[in-house]
């Protein structure tokens, strides 16, 4: 299963764009990138995924690397209910998700 | 629409108890995954049905089993309960479990102790 590489944690200040990074270099063609997040005490919540072409929903975007070893999830407006762990996960020909340790996103008022 | 729900939100065992944990999937959705998260980590995947079938087991003991009803719905089975077994167990649902319409959505999960 290919790997994700994500920062620990980041932070930021409430109302400004949130950048948060991926990396996944041993990421095969057929490899969806997905993004989850998951408040305290709940289950974790789909966020948005891709495979080449950079993403927009009413989330979040998410702009992938054009040799896709890495992407960014972007949130354009912060706000404290924003505050979670972001997992970035590779899917191949299944759905079995493999989750990392995310990062955990702290922001501020 | 109802999302994905589990039941029950909690419960208590103890060591050498066996346990069933059920799951009722998104309306449509005929795939049901389930991961077991322990306190501090990541999720981490057990199994996958699709259609009453496995599709997927992780790297979870045989004390570990599931099954996938003609409905969609699915019960996760844990027996010989052991202490490391305490975990938030959760339950996914999606359309398929091959591309393009594998995007799985989360229960809010069962809180399980084992004493």
């Known amino acids: 299963d290919a790997k994700t590489t994500q920062p620990n944690s980041m932070e930021s200040n409430e109302e400004e764009p949130v950048h948060l990074p991926c990396n996944h270099s041993t990421i095969s063609g057929t490899d969806y990138i997905h993004w989850y997040r998951q408040l305290p005490s709940q289950g974790p919540e789909y966020v948005i995924h891709g495979l080449t072409s950079n993403v927009n929903n009413r989330m979040a975007s998410l702009a992938i690397a054009e040799d896709r070893k890495s992407s960014t999830l972007i949130l354009h407006r912060a706000t404290l209910r924003d505050a979670a762990v972001y997992y970035c996960i590779l899917s191949g020909n299944t759905g079995k998700l493999i989750f990392g340790q995310g990062t955990t996103l702290q922001v501020k008022p | 629409d109802a999302g994905v729900t589990q039941s029950p939100t909690h419960l208590i065992k103890t060591r050498g108890q066996q346990v069933t944990l059920r799951c009722s999937p998104i309306s449509g959705h005929k795939s049901v995954s389930w991961y077991q998260q322990v306190l501090g980590q990541g999720p981490q995947f057990i199994f996958q049905y699709y259609e009453k079938e496995e599709r997927g087991r992780g790297n979870f003991p045989d004390r570990f089993s599931a099954r996938q009803f003609p409905n969609y719905s699915s019960e996760l089975n844990v027996n010989a309960l052991l202490l490391g077994d305490s975990a938030l167990y959760l339950c996914?649902?999606?359309?398929?479990?091959?591309?393009?319409?594998?995007?799985?959505?989360f229960g809010p999960g069962t809180r399980l102790t084992v004493l």
């Open positions: 996914a649902s999606s359309f398929s479990w091959t591309p393009p319409l594998y995007t799985q959505y």
